[in-house]
């Protein structure tokens, strides 16, 4: 958490007993608390606060915005928060390049030719595993051109390095998550335009407008505005500074043959703080386990039932064959970052890479 959500979540945890849905003092005093951060949060957005819900996570802000019967539109490269409650109703899913952008001339006929149809489409703003930058500002009036549909984008990647006001023009819903911000665990944000409709995935209470019922985590919420208002002000800054220590990094481990960049094309949009680099004739839970014993913590694809890594399906979207996508890993960079710790950390990855796959691996198919 950053210094400023951290003081802010223990002065209300410590300070507030009062629920903000009660009715005495104290629960007014709290609920003063939840307008405050609302407000704060609806400020960095550009929009009403009466737009802003508070929920326990992104997946569950994502969950809601998709509780809608009718068809949905999304992309193959979705984190599982979209995903899963799209296929758990009726979605088509839209392939991605290569590259993991979307073809615009294909997305505007399908919207065209298909658009009557959809109620919501759902597109992130930037990719957790590859970084790929989606414009949602194009996609999104595409959508507000053709169709009736409402557009919702998962945000979650966008608060550290983007322009929120500017991403969301045109989106009638759109998730963050707090701890992507510097904000706590377990807070999500929804928001929800004025004039769009969304269902409540539980019943039981009327918190948060009959959308989100349960009390809301209000130390949780407060601490969460802080950290955006705080993120905010700073996504140039972090945005050139990560992006250095990314390039670096990537120019490093890049030196040597057979590594490969996940999206190819060096011109695709990325986030500057994700690089994702496959390392053929290795399988990543080797790597990452080699990697953690030697002090770099990398991600790989997502963990199945079994406990056992599939390929990532975001990986797969690009058109590898699994066994070179059961290679990639997944870096994230940090502007607290030095320089030094980045060169120590490609060290080491080339390191066990060779120690791997001495020969190099190969580029297999
Ligand atoms: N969407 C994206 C793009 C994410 O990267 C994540 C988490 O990493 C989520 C959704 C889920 O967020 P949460 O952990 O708050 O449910």
Partial sequence: MSEVALLEYLRIASNYIGNPQGNHRHSREALAELDGARERVASVLGVSPSEIYFTASATEANNIALNVEGDILTTAIEHKAVL??????????LSVTSNGTIDRDAFRRLLKE???????VSIMAVNNEIGV???????GGMV???TSALFHSDGVQSANYFDLKTLITNCDLFTLSAHKFGGPKGVGILFV????????????GAQERDIRPGTVNLAGAVSASFALAEASLKTNDSYLKVQALRDRFEDSVLASD????????SDTPRSPAISNLLFPGTVNEEMLFLLD????YASGGAACASGALDPSHVILALGYQPK???SALRFTFSPDLTTDEVDEASQIVNRAYLKLAPLGGGVES
């Fill in 258 to 265: 057979s590594r490969i960049m996940a999206t190819i094309s």
């Fill in 144 to 146: 507000k051109k053709y």
């Fill in 324 to 326: 070179l996508a059961r």
């Fill in 293 to 296: 014993s030697m002090g770099v």
């Fill in 114 to 120: 298909n658009g009557d149809h959809l109620k919501l």
């Fill in 84 to 93: 899963a409650p799209a296929l758990s109703r009726k979605a088509s899913v």
């Fill in 133 to 139: 930058i989606n414009p949602v500002e194009i996609l």
């Fill in 193 to 204: 335009r004025e004039g769009a409709k969304v269902k409540p995935l539980m019943l039981g």
